[in-house]
């Protein structure tokens, strides 16, 4: 029935004020308002329809896409969007297209690599869209190994040019978003060579295709790679192949900020560290740990209300079955991924305020925080991105059967999702990153140069090391500082561990290298420990809103208890905990299910996702399910005839065979 609210009941049982969760969730009333006219911007609009997506084929579904990305564009300057309202409607429009890259990679490129001259040059044509650009840094050889890259940008003193060129076919640029049939511009990662001698890897501007006909400039071939993984999907990206024959570009299309190549083809290095050609991926990183927590969050969403509608079992004297999300295993499944997404949302704001605060300080030539900003963008960007995978994934399980339907929305929003694992720096690459960092770090411990920010708990060390945690009773686990100090002795100890393992190598390098997957464990029990916290730090603030601080420290509770319950092995292990506490902490952990149950639906409501956003029947807001699945399952192309085509061809000379036979 159009109008009820099927989930009425489970929204009454709400213990706090649902709508200044939404505030404290967007991140402040102002994200929120701007958020909530954006997304209703986008769902009233039918030009920005999505429910057909996954039945389209490639051609249809790009064009589509360039039908949505540039009607978006159009929206914006009607209605004289700012840059962040536009930024938020292209989020709303839910559709991978080149135009994140444009925005997200390319116009970032040269504003950090590229000098003041350079920025005044190209970024007014970029912001007008009168080019647009992609970010050409991976290989079909190399994506992981920056320093392996083959592209090769050689200057030429007579006529004061580079010669970009690929000279074999694993230096064909290979994957770059927005490439394959769009961009005509790229920020192209080459070697630098100066006079016969390598000077690494540098980022040049390189125009692509005409401005007049889009046709490749000559020296050049590019294509779209082809399909990728699920149906609609990552598909509607042209993410594409480049190759170089000789390629000429003017010697100022080298972005100078971080080195310089003079007329005579000297190179000079700026005061910047060299890493700073790096820099795109540490602001993409930090944004991607933002996208993490929407990503899950969207599935949570889904996932919940479905387990408040579905009902299996438990039946007694003709009354209603149960929900299954008052089983305890489904539970204990969905709260922590619900508690993850919060944690997740709080960790990517201070993620945000730790990349501005390194980006102002690079400005002022302050490069101490560098390496910290770069192991927490790349530590948390990794650790974010696998839960969240994971966790669409099983929140599809936990819609049975109907989570598997394409109108259940996980299975496209999965296939969208689980190429952030690799993405951006495969996660496992990206913890050893962290690691390398940590292993740094105890090296230097009784330096004189106390740790500073989120690895100064090991300047704790020796109280670290010899601690044992106090807790006597399950409700001892809701002291945050019980908790704090399991994490952070959970990660020194399995540092030290590493490092004194380590030690015993006389290469470093191959002790590295033999003990790499002790060395990733360790870095993600640094990531946990900042994530939980960060969400103490949270939780510090002041929030205003009936209940909502509290509904705060039961999910904080839950995101903690439920780690330490996961990895007990490790707690264990490096014997700060009892088996007796470990016990405890699943009892507190058991109670605090208890204590989210009846909040769940408003914990998603405070989500403020549109159904056009979340693109699901299994999570629509009025809980209506059935029915709209059933009317879905008609809609269905195969459904348009009650004989399908084929029957003439396949199925009636089968069924006549089968009846041969069966008169034999
Ligand atoms: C708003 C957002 C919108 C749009 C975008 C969002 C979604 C769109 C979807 C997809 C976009 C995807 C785009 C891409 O994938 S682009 C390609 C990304 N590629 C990678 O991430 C490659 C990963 N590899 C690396 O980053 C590096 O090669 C490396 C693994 C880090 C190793 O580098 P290498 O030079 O060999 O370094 P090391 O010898 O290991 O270290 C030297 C030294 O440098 C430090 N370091 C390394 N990286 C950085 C950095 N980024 N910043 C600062 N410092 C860095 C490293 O720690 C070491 O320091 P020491 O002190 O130990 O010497
Ligand atoms: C959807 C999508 C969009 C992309 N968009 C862009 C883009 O716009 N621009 C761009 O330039 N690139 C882009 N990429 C490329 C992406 O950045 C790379 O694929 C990514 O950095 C991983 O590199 P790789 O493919 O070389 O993986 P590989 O490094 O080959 O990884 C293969 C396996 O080897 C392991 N491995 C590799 N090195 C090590 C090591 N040192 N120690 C231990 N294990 C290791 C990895 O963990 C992994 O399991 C995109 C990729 C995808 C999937």
Same mark, same amino acid.
């Given at each position: ?17 649902v709508?200044?969760?939404k ?37 249809d ?29 292209? #989020? ?34 970029? *912001? ?15 994506? #992981? ?72 400039l ?90 408040a ?31 993850s ?57 936990l ?7 394409a109108? #259940? ?7 969208? *999702? ?24 105890? !090296? ?8 500073v ?10 109280q ?25 002795a ?25 003990? !790499? ?28 809103g ?15 208890l439920?780690?330490?319950?996961k ?41 403020? *996702? ?10 629509? *807001? ?18 348009d ?24």
């Amino acid at each position: 029935m159009e109008g009820v609210d099927y989930l009425a009941d489970e929204r009454k049982k709400t213990e706090f004020d649902v709508e200044e969760m939404k505030i404290v969730w967007a991140g402040s009333r102002h994200t929120f308002e701007v958020s909530d006219r954006m997304a209703k911007l986008v769902a009233n609009d039918p030009v920005f329809r999505k429910d057909d997506r996954v039945m389209l084929a490639r051609k249809d579904l790009f064009k589509n896409t360039l039908r949505k990305a540039t009607y978006a564009w159009k929206r914006i300057n009607e209605l004289r969007l700012s840059e962040e309202e536009a930024s938020k409607l292209r #989020s709303f429009v839910d559709e991978p297209a080149f135009t994140d890259l444009h925005w997200g990679m390319f116009v970032p490129a040269i504003k950090g690599q590229g000098t003041d001259e350079q920025q005044k040059k190209w970024l007014p044509l970029a *912001y007008k869209m009168q080019i647009i650009g992609c970010y050409a840094q991976t290989e079909l050889g190399h994506g #992981s190994n920056v320093q392996g890259l083959e592209t090769t940008a050689t200057f030429d003193p007579q006529t004061d040019e580079f010669v970009i060129h690929s000279p074999t076919l694993t230096s064909s640029k290979w994957w770059p978003g927005g490439l394959g049939k769009v961009s005509t511009h790229g920020v192209v990662y080459a070697r630098l060579i100066l006079d016969g001698q390598e000077h690494g890897i540098h980022g040049f501007i390189v125009q692509l295709r005409s401005l007049e006909d889009h046709r490749p400039l000559p020296g050049i071939t590019v294509a779209d790679i082809g399909m990728k993984f699920g149906s609609g999907a990552y598909n509607t990206m042209d993410n594409g192949l480049l190759r170089f024959d000789h390629v000429r570009i003017p010697r100022d299309q080298m972005l100078m900020r971080v080195s310089q190549v003079t007329r005579d083809g000297k190179i000079v290095q700026s005061d910047v560290p060299r890493q700073l050609v790096y820099g795109t991926m540490v602001y993409v990183r930090q944004t991607i740990v933002q996208d993490a927590s929407i990503a899950l969050s969207r599935a949570v969403c889904i996932a919940t209300r479905y387990s408040a509608v579905r009902r299996q079992f438990g039946s007694s004297n003709g009354g209603p079955e149960t929900q299954v999300i008052d089983y305890k295993t489904q539970q204990s499944r969905l709260f922590p991924l619900l508690a993850s997404a919060y944690a997740f949302r709080f960790v990517g704001e201070w993620l945000k305020w730790l990349y501005t605060d390194v980006t102002q300080r690079l400005q002022a030539n302050d490069f101490s925080t560098l390496p910290e900003a770069h192991a927490c963008t790349a530590g948390l960007k990794s650790l974010t991105t696998s839960v969240t995978a994971d966790g669409i994934e099983e929140s599809r399980k936990l819609c049975g059967g109907h989570g598997y339907l394409a109108s #259940s929305g996980l299975p496209e929003l999965f296939a969208v *999702y689980v190429p952030a694992c690799t993405y951006e720096g495969d996660n496992t690459v990206l913890m050893l990153q962290v690691a390398r960092f940590l292993m740094k770090t105890v !090296s230097q411990l009784g330096s004189g140069k106390p740790p500073v920010g989120t690895i100064s708990y090991m300047g704790r060390i020796e109280q670290l090391m010899q601690c044992r945690c106090a807790v006597k009773k399950a409700g001892d686990w809701l002291n945050p500082n019980a908790v704090l100090e399991a994490f952070e002795a959970r990660a020194a100890r399995m540092s030290v561990s590493c490092a004194q393992k380590l030690s015993k190598f006389s290469n470093p390098e191959e002790g590295f290298a033999e003990l !790499s997957a002790d060395l990733v464990e360790a870095a993600v029990a640094h990531c946990q420990l900042i994530v939980v916290s960060k969400f103490f730090e949270k939780l510090q603030q002041d929030i205003p809103g009936k209940g909502v601080k509290r509904q705060l420290e039961v999910l904080c509770g839950v995101y903690s208890l439920h780690l330490l319950h996961k990895h007990q092995g490790d707690f264990l292990a490096t014997s700060y905990i009892t088996p007796k506490q470990a016990s405890l902490a699943n009892d507190q952990l058991r109670e605090l299910y208890s204590q989210v149950r009846p909040n769940a639906i408003a914990l998603v409501d405070a989500f403020n *996702y549109t159904d056009h956003y979340l693109g699901s029947i299994l999570g629509c *807001y009025d809980g209506n399910v059935y029915p709209k699945l059933y009317e879905a399952a008609w809609r269905d192309p195969l459904n348009d005839s009650v004989i399908p085509d084929g029957y003439e061809q396949y199925i009636r000379p089968l069924l006549k065979q089968q009846l041969r036979v069966a008169k034999l």
